[in-house]
């Protein structure tokens, strides 16, 4: 997995967005602030790209809605635990 999607999975936990708290994808985009992501890490790819990945590999949902909509799953909540567990809260975590 690339950094920059640990990142958005990251973000999106912090962010509460879980489980049937799903929401638009710009409104996602806008709350994980996917701008500074792309500047962090030198992305190019489109949130929606990086979404339908995301969604392929099973650590978000789009709720049967083709994408219009995200959330993460339990899978993706589950790794971003794993992440925190792994990596203590003083670590060189990007959170802006």
Same mark, same amino acid.
């Given at each position: 997995?690339?950094?920059?999607?640990?990142?958005?999975?990251?973000?999106?936990?912090?962010?509460?967005? %879980?489980?049937?708290?799903?929401?638009?994808?710009?409104?996602?985009?806008?709350?994980?602030?996917?701008?500074?992501?792309?500047?962090?890490?030198?992305?190019?790819?489109?949130?929606?790209?990086?979404?339908?990945? !995301? %969604?392929?590999?099973?650590? !978000?949902?789009?709720?049967?809605?083709?994408?219009?909509? !995200?959330?993460?799953?339990?899978?993706?909540?589950?790794?971003?635990?794993?992440? !925190? %567990?792994?990596?203590?809260?003083?670590?060189?975590?990007? %959170?802006?």
């Amino acid at each position: 997995m690339e950094p920059y999607e640990v990142e958005v999975l990251m973000r999106m936990f912090d962010r509460g967005l %879980i489980g049937n708290s799903y929401k638009p994808i710009e409104k996602v985009r806008v709350r994980i602030d996917w701008d500074h992501v792309c500047r962090l890490y030198r992305v190019k790819p489109a949130f929606a790209k990086v979404a339908r990945h !995301l %969604i392929q590999k099973g650590y !978000l949902s789009d709720h049967g809605k083709s994408g219009a909509v !995200l959330s993460l799953t339990a899978l993706g909540v589950a790794f971003v635990r794993a992440k !925190l %567990i792994e990596k203590p809260a003083d670590s060189d975590r990007r %959170i802006a």
